[in-house]
Each structure stands twice: as structure tokens, then as C-alpha cells.
């Protein structure tokens, strides 16, 4: 386990407080949304994480061959290094909630490492997320508090894909929310409310 898997951007917040994750989009960086991070929960510890790959000059968390075609093998790399970097935080924070929220890139990176480690969050919400393979069944999921936002018109995660998530969630018995809009890859204000609603909730909705 390593907090020098990635540079970051941090906070330490108040005891007891839950410690959010926050992951960028294609070409964001640590700031993308760590402010947002410290609105909705200000005396949380945040951790923001910058995207170890370069695709022409634009961070992400692993690489692609091309739109919605990933390296799966640099996914794979990705996945562990990120669930270190968590669970070495995680460890750090030991009466903390860990809470996560991602947005397109970062959502996705997300979801691989909620779905190769359910156990190192209590709340994740995947922001415009794409998964184009199918997932293993992940019984650890049952009772995890997901959020998922999609846009019903996106070109680049598109409508079937989002409902196939929807259900693969739903099997696994997580407790899944959805927000959804009719535009496109763009984050709505619903979308930034429901996120809001989502992480605020009483943690006593968390999984046992």
C-alpha cells in the first residue's frame, strides 16, 4: 500500500469525518473537483488524485487505444495501483467513512477498483462512467451505496452501455440511485445535487 502511487491534492478534515475520493475526467487534474468536494462535505478529508498517463498532454488514470476502447491490460495495472492508493489512505483514516465520487475518466477507474474491491468504500458515485466490458460478479457490491449519473444522449457513453451498468449494479445487490438527464456527456446541475444528497446522507444508510 502506497500514498505515492499518485500526486494528490489534500485535506485533512475533522475527526471522524468521512475521507472522499475525487477523480478527474480526461485532461482534468487534482483541482477539478476538489472544490466541489469541499462544498458538499467541508469537514471532510478530501483526496484528489492526478491521472498518471498523458494522452497528448490530457491526464488519465489508465490509457486507451481509442474512444471507448480501453488498454486492458494498463486498466488492469491502474485498478491495483489505485485500490494501494486507497487503501493506504483508508488505513490512515482508520474511523473514517471512505467516500468516493469520479467523473468520465475517473469515474471509470472508479468502478474497476469498486469492482475489484468493493470493501474500500462505503459510498461511491460514478459520474458519466463507461464500461465496455463485462464485469465478474462482485458479491462484495450487496448493501454498497452506488450512485450513477448518465446522460440518455451521450456520444461517449452511450445509453445501452449506461443501462447495462444499471442493471450489473443491481444484480450484484448494491444500492443503487440514478440520475439521469437527456444531454449528453456534460455534468447537469440535477446531477451535482443528487451527488450532494448522495454523499450527505446519514451514514447510518451505509453497508454493514
Request: hydrophobic letters at 45%; aromatic letters at 10%.
Given at each position: 500500500?502506497?500514498?505515492?502511487?499518485?500526486?494528490?491534492?489534500?485535506?485533512?478534515?475533522?475527526?471522524?469525518?468521512?475521507?472522499?475520493?475525487a477523480?478527474h475526467?480526461?485532461?482534468?487534474?487534482?483541482?477539478?473537483?476538489?472544490?466541489?468536494a469541499?462544498?458538499?462535505l467541508?469537514?471532510?478529508?478530501?483526496?484528489?488524485?492526478?491521472?498518471?498517463?498523458?494522452?497528448?498532454?490530457?491526464?488519465?488514470?489508465?490509457?486507451?487505444?481509442?474512444?471507448?476502447?480501453?488498454?486492458?491490460?494498463?486498466?488492469?495495472?491502474?485498478?491495483?495501483?489505485?485500490?494501494?492508493?486507497?487503501?493506504?489512505?483508508?488505513a490512515?483514516?482508520?474511523?473514517?467513512?471512505?467516500?468516493?465520487?469520479?467523473?468520465?475518466?475517473?469515474?471509470?477507474?472508479l468502478?474497476?477498483v469498486?469492482m475489484?474491491?468493493?470493501?474500500?468504500?462505503?459510498?461511491?458515485?460514478?459520474?458519466?462512467?463507461?464500461?465496455?466490458?463485462?464485469?465478474a460478479?462482485?458479491?462484495?457490491?450487496?448493501?454498497?451505496?452506488?450512485?450513477?449519473?448518465a446522460?440518455?444522449?451521450?456520444?461517449?457513453?452511450?445509453?445501452p452501455?449506461?443501462?447495462?451498468?444499471?442493471?450489473?449494479?443491481?444484480?450484484?445487490?448494491?444500492?443503487?440511485?440514478?440520475?439521469?438527464?437527456?444531454?449528453?456527456?456534460e455534468?447537469?446541475?440535477?446531477e451535482?445535487?443528487?451527488?450532494?444528497?448522495?454523499?450527505?446522507a446519514?451514514?447510518?444508510?451505509?453497508?454493514?
Amino acid at each position: 500500500m502506497s500514498k505515492d502511487n499518485y500526486c494528490a491534492l489534500t485535506k485533512a478534515g475533522k475527526p471522524g469525518a468521512p475521507l472522499v475520493f475525487a477523480f478527474h475526467g480526461t485532461g482534468g487534474d487534482e483541482t477539478q473537483f476538489f472544490g466541489l468536494a469541499e462544498q458538499i462535505l467541508p469537514e471532510a478529508s478530501i483526496v484528489s488524485p492526478r491521472g498518471d498517463i498523458s494522452e497528448m498532454g490530457a491526464a488519465r488514470f489508465f490509457r486507451r487505444t481509442g474512444e471507448g476502447v480501453y488498454d486492458m491490460a494498463d486498466l488492469a495495472r491502474a485498478t491495483e495501483a489505485m485500490a494501494a492508493f486507497v487503501a493506504a489512505h483508508k488505513a490512515a483514516h482508520p474511523d473514517a467513512p471512505i467516500y468516493s465520487f469520479g467523473y468520465s475518466n475517473g469515474a471509470n477507474i472508479l468502478a474497476s477498483v469498486l469492482m475489484a474491491q468493493p470493501g474500500l468504500f462505503d459510498r461511491a458515485a460514478l459520474l458519466h462512467p463507461l464500461i465496455p466490458w463485462q464485469p465478474a460478479p462482485a458479491p462484495g457490491l450487496a448493501g454498497r451505496k452506488v450512485l450513477i449519473t448518465a446522460g440518455r444522449r451521450d456520444p461517449i457513453c452511450p445509453w445501452p452501455q449506461s443501462e447495462a451498468l444499471f442493471a450489473w449494479f443491481k444484480a450484484q445487490g448494491a444500492g443503487l440511485r440514478t440520475e439521469t438527464h437527456g444531454g449528453g456527456h456534460e455534468l447537469r446541475q440535477g446531477e451535482i445535487e443528487a451527488l450532494a444528497e448522495f454523499l450527505r446522507a446519514p451514514a447510518l444508510e451505509d453497508a454493514a
